[in-house]
């Protein structure tokens, strides 16, 4: 069964700095993807950014970037220039691209990001 | 505008009743979900339905049932026999279950249900 897991319970990081979130997962499969959440205190979850496993290229959205090591099983979520908005707890998932029941999501535990002003 | 609406935000439950919550998606899409959320924790697959009549268990399914009248429409029912009910649930949606990059969920805003 996959496993996905995040090492760092909470961060903090400076307003306009960078910070890089972390996330490991366990599979045996080539062909999946990868996301990252958001969840702010108001507790509805947002997809910050999506990575195919089949692509090299890293995604990216604005401010939001992945460093994805598939070797590794590696998948980091990068913020840049850091946003009072960005504080939330961020949960890293893996999704089969097998479709069916092993479509399904598979969260980590979440990252609890503090932005300090 | 289009999206997940569930409620209510807020539930109370007694001991041995049955509650409902509902989940409802105007995107026009297949598969929906339910999920389950305690403290400190990630997500945690309830039940998933990838068209209308149809529904499956995910990995905690015991105290819980679902229905998949219309499309629109994944209402869950917390049964008295969870005996841990109190979490936060959220309900999603995705286009499809076919395992294809555009199968994304996405997410309601959830609801609190607290156990008196």
């Known amino acids: 069964a996959q496993t996905v897991t995040q090492s760092q319970p909470e961060m903090s990081v400076q307003e306009a700095e960078t910070v890089t979130l972390s996330c490991t997962y366990d599979?045996?499969?080539?062909?999946?993807?990868l996301f990252w959440y958001k969840q702010p205190p108001s507790r509805q979850m947002i997809l910050v950014i999506r990575?195919?496993?089949?692509?090299?290229q890293n995604a990216t959205e604005n401010r939001f970037s992945v460093n994805f090591q598939k070797a590794a099983k590696s998948f980091s979520l990068k913020i840049s220039d850091s946003q009072l908005g960005d504080a939330a707890m961020y949960f890293c998932?893996?999704?089969?691209?097998?479709?069916?029941?092993?479509?399904?999501?598979?969260f980590g535990k979440g990252t609890k990001l503090s932005v300090k002003p | 505008d289009g999206g997940i609406t569930q409620s209510p935000k807020y539930l109370f439950r007694k001991e041995g009743q049955n509650v409902t919550l509902s989940c409802e998606q105007n995107l026009n899409h297949d598969a929906m979900y339910w999920y389950r959320q305690d403290p400190g924790q990630g997500l945690r697959l309830i039940y998933y339905s990838q068209i209308v009549n149809d529904f499956q268990k995910g990995d905690i399914a015991e105290g819980y049932s679902v229905s998949r009248e219309k499309k629109e429409s994944f209402p869950l029912t917390v049964t008295s026999a969870q005996k841990n009910p109190t979490a936060f649930y959220l309900c999603a949606s995705s286009i499809g279950l076919a395992g294809g990059p555009w199968e994304t969920q996405y997410f309601g805003p959830g609801t609190r249900l607290l156990v008196l």
């Open positions: 998932a893996y999704r089969s691209a097998s479709g069916g029941s092993q479509g399904n999501l598979i």
């Open positions: 599979t045996s499969e080539s062909d999946y993807y």
């Open positions: 990575q195919e496993a089949y692509k090299q």
